[in-house]
């Protein structure tokens, strides 16, 4: 696909630009013009506020509006028709006429690429994202990094980079040595079989619990003898972990049927939620670039010996001392970290996103300051994005235990529930169909919850929310989209691309507007990481849809140019829609 035009909005902002140019602004002035809608009250769908020439201009914004509206010529046959000032806003009103016959003939020529970009600096990024502990449940929090891992990389994709989107498993340390310790001990493999995870995490509890002298379990015993068998405990965990990193093959196969139990249960996982990865790469796959990557640390001359452990002092930017090799000989997380990050600066890539809950932020701050103090040039390209919690509204949510939330749980009480809303609504009548459909809702209306607002706040889970028809929420867009789409029904596509369109009624220009703006909703979501840029971009697309059916006549419109062109709208936004939602990696529903 070639990308060969600007796409209207930025034509249009080359045309103001020009404009302004024209009455001997200097540059640096004029390049501070950042076009967007204007508030709803204004009359004209584009604008700028002038206070951003304020300073350079030494003018009050108001003052430098009127002079600019008095001044600025339009060019001929140009989107805009005049210039107006209003209040401290530079106000443009369009030729929606000519804006709207572009912006719609450019998203039905582009269609599922509508918002791409031509990439000129195309960049090869890895996502490290979901990444669970192996033996562990999946979190709630590894559930986020999957879905906003998944859509930032569609974002990016879409923007023309190379993603490789990474599941960084949680495969490896001395844990593991207690784990084999403990189902030598305590396994039952038919137990272990029926639920894998659910007995895997209680061997390790218990397996803990004896490795703790304080432990109840040694209630009576004399203070020495408790010592004794806990002491026993670790080191028994501690040559079994030794075993596995000597490549014993009894212990790696034990090992690895760990891995196979933990991964079929978080396939679950990935398959329900439709997300598929590039790599699994887990922790244990750096087991041997470990030494040569101490090796090169001392090289750089950044490590020192304390108390028989290496560490690297980086108190100096306020990031603590960080241990990389303890004194017993054993790696930690950020050693892997470490092995995986130069690595993957060796694979050739420009740039590395990290999915990761908020509680590691300054960990990533720490390996971060490790990456650069090596001088590595991937360091600079080096993203933490984080995300917040999620919090329950009280008793809304059915938890088997305390405030642990299952997703095993959530999943099935969202597809419960969605079933129950479509069941007396849908006009779908065919079972399989309908189970498709609820599937579609209900996983689209999970991921929306954790993508409509900026990753870093902590969202709130309210049921009543994330299944409402009528406001923020994945089926609110998709029934919009639904909606568009069937009224295209037998209408052929290409005859609507050669529409004419006529874009007098104002929810008419609102949409068109809108849909010019997708592309720069998309820029937004890459350079914030920020997949809410999309999700807000959407939903404001779906309401202003669903204005602009109520309030005009499309189908039932007796003037056929008329038809024509509000049909053509119809399909930009339907297409729009689609590819929005596809970023958030929501399905589009055929019918609703
Ligand atoms: N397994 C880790 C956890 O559950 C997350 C790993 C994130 N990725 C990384 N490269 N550290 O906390």
Redesign the pocket.
């Known amino acids: 696909m070639t990308i060969h035009k600007l796409y209207p909005l930025a034509q249009l902002k080359q045309e103001v630009i020009t404009a302004l140019q024209k009455i001997d602004l200097p540059l640096e002035v004029v390049n501070q013009v950042i076009i967007s809608r204007t508030p709803e009250q204004i009359e004209g769908d584009f604008g700028f506020h002038c206070a951003a020439f304020s300073v350079s201009l030494k003018k009050s914004p108001n003052e430098i509006a009127q002079e600019l509206a008095a001044k600025l010529q339009p060019e001929q046959d140009g989107y805009v028709q005049s210039f107006l000032a209003i209040g401290p806003y530079l106000n443009l009103q369009l030729n929606f006429q000519k804006f709207g016959q572009d912006v719609v003939e450019n998203v039905l020529d582009m269609g599922a690429d509508y918002g791409k970009e031509k990439q000129d600096q195309e960049q090869k990024i890895i996502i ?1 994202m979901s ?3 192996i033996a562990k449940r999946m ?1 709630v ?2 559930l986020r ?1 999957t879905i906003i891992g998944d859509s930032l990389a569609k974002i990016l994709a879409h923007l023309g980079h190379r993603i490789t989107k990474d599941n ?3 495969d490896w340390g001395t844990q593991f040595g207690h784990l084999l310790r403990a189902l030598e001990l305590w396994g039952d493999p038919k137990i272990i079989e029926e639920h894998p995870i659910e007995e895997l995490q209680k061997l390790y509890v218990r397996i803990n619990q004896a490795a703790d002298p304080k432990s109840e379990i040694y209630q009576g015993l004399s203070q020495t003898e408790a010592e004794e068998k806990a002491a026993k405990i670790v080191n028994e965990g501690r040559a079994w972990f030794k075993r596995l990193e000597d490549g014993d093959p009894n212990a790696r196969a034990k090992w690895q049927e760990i891995v196979d139990w933990s991964m079929l249960e978080f396939q679950k996982m990935y398959t329900i939620f439709g997300v598929e990865f590039d790599w699994v790469k887990g ?1 244990s796959f750096y087991e041997d670039m470990l030494q040569p990557t101490i090796a090169r640390l001392e090289h750089c001359g950044i490590v020192t010996k304390s108390e028989g452990a290496l560490v690297i002092d980086m108190e100096d930017q306020g990031l603590r001392t960080v241990i990389i090799k303890k004194s017993d000989g054993a790696t930690l ?1 950020l050693t892997r ?1 470490i092995a ?1 990050a130069l690595y993957r600066s060796d694979q050739k890539f420009d740039a590395m996103i ?1 999915v ?2 908020e509680d ?1 932020k300054f ?2 701050e720490q ?1 971060f300051g490790v990456l650069k103090e090596m001088g590595l040039k991937i360091a600079e390209k080096s993203k933490h994005v984080y995300f917040g919690l999620i919090r329950l509204t009280d008793g809304k949510m059915s938890t088997r235990k305390g405030r642990v939330i299952f997703l095993e749980d959530l999943v099935n009480e969202a597809l419960e529930r969605t079933k129950k809303l479509v069941e007396n609504r849908t006009q779908v009548t065919d079972a399989r169909e309908k189970e498709r459909l609820v599937k579609q809702i209900a996983i689209g209306a999970l991921k929306w919850n954790d993508l409509m607002a900026d990753p870093k706040r902590t969202i709130i889970f309210d049921w009543d929310k994330i299944l409402t028809m009528e406001g923020n929420s994945a089926p609110y867009v998709q029934y919009a989209q639904v909606r568009a789409a069937s009224m295209l029904k037998g209408i052929d596509p290409l005859q609507l691309q050669k529409a004419i369109i006529l874009a007098k009624q104002e929810s008419e220009c609102k949409l068109i507007s809108l849909l010019a703006l997708f592309p720069e909703a998309i820029l937004s979501a890459a350079e914030e990481y920020d997949p809410s840029k999309i999700a807000i971009y959407v939903y404001d697309l779906a309401k202003t849809f669903s204005t602009f059916y109520h309030d005009l006549p499309i189908l039932k419109e007796t003037n056929s140019q008329i038809q024509q062109s509000r049909l053509a709208i119809t399909a930009a936004v339907a297409e729009t829609l689609k590819v929005g939602l596809g970023l958030l990696g929501i399905e589009a529903p055929e019918k609703m």
């Open positions: 490290d990444s669970p502990n979190s929090g590894h990094s960084h498993l949680g922790e997380y970290d995986t990290y990761v809950g590691q960990y990533f390996l």
